[in-house]
């Protein structure tokens, strides 16, 4: 079993930064792509980024593509989400996953708790 812990989630205003930390540990885990899903009330989970093995490959979502950058540290088994420029919009529970390098959330087999983020006008 893999296990993921977010942290870092919190209330900020608009046009603050939040980094992320996803913290990954368990037997199983071998430092697969990692990748960040948001879900804001109402609504349905989405995809907003994803990281290769090494690092070396990332792909956003053009939501949040120049405003959010994904990143991972493999020696502590951490991946980063620093997102710039926030707005209400923004505001959602944030989730990372292990999985494999897709956008897709059914390609992702292990799932953190989620951390919340709220921005306000």
């Known amino acids: 079993q893999v296990q993921l812990v977010e942290s870092g989630g919190g209330l900020v205003q608009t046009g603050d930064s939040l980094r992320l930390s996803c913290a990954a540990s368990g037997r199983t885990f071998s430092g697969g792509p990692m990748g960040w899903f948001r879900q804001p009330p109402g609504k349905e989970r989405e995809f907003l980024a994803v990281?290769?093995?090494?690092?070396?490959?990332?792909y956003y979502s053009d939501s949040v593509k120049g405003r959010f950058t994904i990143s991972r540290e493999n020696a502590k088994n951490t991946s980063y989400l620093q997102m710039n420029n926030l707005t209400p919009e923004d505001t959602a529970v944030y989730y990372c996953a292990v999985g494999i390098y897709s956008t897709a959330a059914s390609d992702y087999r292990y799932w953190g708790q989620g951390t919340r983020v709220t921005v306000s006008s």
């Open positions: 990281i290769s093995r090494s690092g070396n490959s990332t």
